[in-house]
């Protein structure tokens, strides 16, 4: 089994294992995903997981050669699955977008699961959160009451 380290803030800094699934939406005509940059050894496990550490709401990755792209949307046009005819550099049996920056393959993504601890959210094969955003919603428990009033003045 092979683990990645994420660094996760939850106020003080934490590490967690983590994991990602994904699943191949197709191949897509998109321009509108923020960019990560190029990554060696590109998969889209290795994008997925890129993506969930820069924002929690990500769940769409697209890859198009060997730059990493994330959406919380997919809203591209969708194209001929033979238009994405790149092999990732990291595994030759995925896909990895088409001949142009805007040519990509998309996938949905799910990082997890996760744990509430009391140093915050970590990985864990059994987790009870199925992803970061909503395990750090649950860690953060209930609102503190707010303060008593004060006193009444003195006579």
Known sequence: ???????????AAACTLAQCTTTVVGCYDVSDMDKLGPMG???HEKCALACAQTNTSYTYGGISG????????NDGTKL?????????????????????????????????PYDC??????????????????C??????????????????AN
């Open 1 to 11: 089994m092979r683990c990645v380290v994420v660094l996760v803030v939850l106020g």
């Open 41 to 43: 050894g590109i998969t």
């Open 66 to 73: 060997l730059v990493c792209y994330c959406s919380i949307n």
């Open 80 to 112: 001929d699955d033979t238009s994405c005819n790149l092999q990732c550099m990291g595994d030759a049996t995925e896909k990895c977008g088409g001949i142009t920056s805007n040519i990509k393959t998309i996938f949905m993504f799910n990082c997890g």
């Open 117 to 134: 601890t009391a140093s915050g959210c970590v990985y864990s094969d059994s987790g009870q959160y199925p992803n970061l955003a909503l």
């Open 136 to 153: 750090e919603n649950a860690c953060a428990g209930p609102s503190p009451p707010p303060p008593p009033p004060p006193p009444p003045p």
